[in-house]
């Protein structure tokens, strides 16, 4: 699967991972791309009109242009909203490396280029010893990190850059993805960001009302040379 698209990973959670996914795959179309748009892992589902619904995989299966089924677009689905280790255990479930491996690629072979998304942070476990950070290792996919920017951003960005790197993956470019719209000195924590990341920055979303308005602010250039 190496080459044909990227893993998409937060300094946190809730920092907007998937609101990039669904922006980058939205640009990615408007560049002629087919674009598997996959939720590696989903914790937190809600009952909605007869059955059970995580938003996340909601958000990329509306935004991806190849009619992936709910299956598809989130192979692991969990319902209670915590670490996916934990969920799986409370369900009775046991996170399968090869099976979710297997279906991650699986769909991603249906697009010109797939993007995975990671859960929570970069390092979160799984089952055992296995943990999202191997789950990247093992799909060889160059790595988009996804920054919260508020406070703490640039500690959090740096050591989760680190970690990447630590594991052999490729960091190729960074978003800029606005958490706390009051945070002070944004341009001197970017300038921050942009020296330590040493990877390029392909956007700066601000908090908006319209999340369609998102591609807008992305520059998908480099991924498109890097993919090429």
Known sequence: ??????????????????????????????RGLRVAAIKSLAAGQEFVDGRWVNEDVATLQAAQNLDLTDG???????????????????????????????AI??????????????????RVPLAGSWDTADLAVDLGLPVI???GLRLGCIN????TAEAIRARGLRLT????????PRQPHVADNLASLQAGLKAPCIGHIPRLTDPLAA?????????????A
């Open 1 to 30: 699967m190496s080459g044909r698209g990227f893993f998409v990973t937060g300094t946190d959670t809730e920092i907007g991972k998937t609101f990039v996914t669904a922006a980058l795959t939205r640009a990615l179309i408007a």
């Open 72 to 102: 598809e677009v989130g192979p692991l689905q969990l319902r209670e909203p915590c670490a996916p280790h934990i969920a799986a255990r409370l369900e009775g479930k046991t996170i399968e490396r090869e099976p979710l491996l297997a």
């Open 105 to 122: 690629r699986a769909t991603a072979a249906k697009g010109d280029i797939a993007l995975v998304e990671g859960v929570g942070g970069f």
């Open 145 to 147: 990190l996804v920054v």
């Open 156 to 159: 959090h960005a740096l050591l």
């Open 173 to 180: 470019a960074w978003v800029a993805n606005t958490v706390d």
């Open 215 to 227: 591609p807008a602010c992305l520059d998908i250039s480099a991924l498109l040379l890097d993919h």
